[in-house]
């Protein structure tokens, strides 16, 4: 990094059970932590506190979220005990103002967030905080927050959001390497093909992504797509975008993740 400006980052989190796993994805996640500049914050906006209105965790102590089942006890058994931050809550209450951000003391970080932050930053010592998403919004609302939200990473902050670009859990083959479906591929590619777009957040194509003919299939509801607007949002138009891991697990699970900067 040749700047003070903190990267940025989507993660395709996957399976809960990467948290237990050693992979090709869990280890590009291990070097983010290892090689990115140490942030003083984190504020991570995950697929899996999906809300009516806008929340973000304002508690000192956030409680470590086992938002799923089926899975064994040593995943139930890990905790992720990394400091809230109040006072990062109140600044992004501030940079969204006139929007009304809910001060929340209830929720904590689920497996979207601490699933993979985890592995990035293991001792769990830097303050963290998680924005919610609302889904009665439209997709461009996603993308115009994260405009707002970009001023942190000149603060220090990392913000880390966390998603699938492609995520059908009721088309998933169990066979281990099983290929991707062409619509996943497709949708994928078209993902990958406009994160450079520039133009009007009104005509920006992932903005858009519904009106991609494998959109329906890849993200039969929204909220593990939308995450990567927040990201996308901060984009100043000229720093680097990368993509620390690329693939489909299960045919219909998208690993895509994107670096900023």
Request: no cysteine; net charge negative; glycine share 8%.
């Given at each position: 990094?040749?700047?003070?400006?903190?990267?940025a980052?989507?993660?395709?989190?996957?399976?809960?059970?990467?948290?237990?796993?050693?992979?090709v994805?869990?280890?590009a996640w291990?070097?983010?932590?290892?090689?990115?500049?140490?942030p003083?914050?984190?504020l991570?906006?995950?697929?899996?506190?999906?809300?009516?209105g806008?929340?973000?965790?304002?508690?000192?102590?956030?409680r470590?979220?086992?938002?799923?089942?089926g899975?064994?006890?040593?995943l139930?058994d890990k905790?992720?005990?990394?400091?809230?931050?109040p006072?990062?809550?109140?600044?992004?209450?501030?940079?969204?103002?006139?929007?009304?951000v809910?001060?929340d003391?209830?929720?904590?970080?689920d497996?979207?967030?601490w699933?993979?932050?985890?592995?990035?930053?293991?001792?769990?010592d830097?303050?963290?905080?998680?924005?919610?998403?609302?889904?009665t919004?439209?997709?461009?609302?996603h993308?115009?927050?994260?405009?707002?939200?970009a001023?942190?990473?000149?603060?220090?902050?990392?913000?880390?959001?966390?998603g699938?670009?492609?995520?059908?859990?009721?088309?998933?083959?169990?066979?281990?390497?099983a290929e991707?479906?062409?619509w996943?591929?497709?949708?994928?590619?078209?993902?990958?093909?406009n994160l450079?777009w520039?133009g009007?957040a009104?005509?920006?194509p992932?903005?858009?992504?519904m009106q991609?003919?494998?959109?329906?299939?890849?993200?039969?509801?929204?909220e593990h797509?939308l995450?990567?607007?927040?990201?996308?949002?901060t984009w100043?138009?000229?720093?680097p975008?990368?993509?620390?891991?690329?693939?489909?697990v299960?045919?219909?699970?998208?690993?895509?993740?994107?670096?900023?900067?």
């Open positions: 990094m040749t700047t003070s400006r903190m990267p980052l989507f993660l395709g989190h996957g399976s809960p059970m990467n948290v237990l796993e050693d992979n994805y869990t280890r291990e070097e983010l932590g290892e090689n990115l500049p140490r003083k914050a984190i991570a906006v995950s697929a899996h506190w999906y809300t009516r806008t929340a973000v965790t304002a508690m000192e102590n956030p470590t979220i086992h938002d799923f089942g899975f064994p006890q040593a139930f905790r992720y005990p990394a400091p809230g931050s006072a990062l809550a109140k600044r992004v209450q501030a940079l969204l103002a006139p929007l009304d809910i001060a003391q209830e929720w904590g970080y497996h979207g967030s699933g993979v932050l985890i592995k990035m930053y293991p001792e769990a830097i303050p963290m905080i998680q924005l919610s998403i609302d889904g919004k439209p997709a461009e609302y993308y115009q927050l994260g405009k707002k939200l001023a942190l990473r000149d603060e220090g902050v990392m913000i880390v959001a966390s699938n670009v492609v995520h059908n859990l009721r088309m998933v083959k169990w066979e281990g390497n991707p479906y062409p996943a591929r497709a949708f994928d590619e078209y993902v990958v093909n450079g520039k009007e009104k005509d920006h992932l903005v858009n992504f991609h003919e494998g959109a329906a299939l890849s993200n039969p509801t929204p797509y995450p990567l607007l927040y990201l996308l949002g100043d138009g000229v720093e975008i990368t993509l620390p891991t690329q693939g489909t299960m045919s219909s699970l998208s690993m895509l993740s994107v670096q900023l900067g």
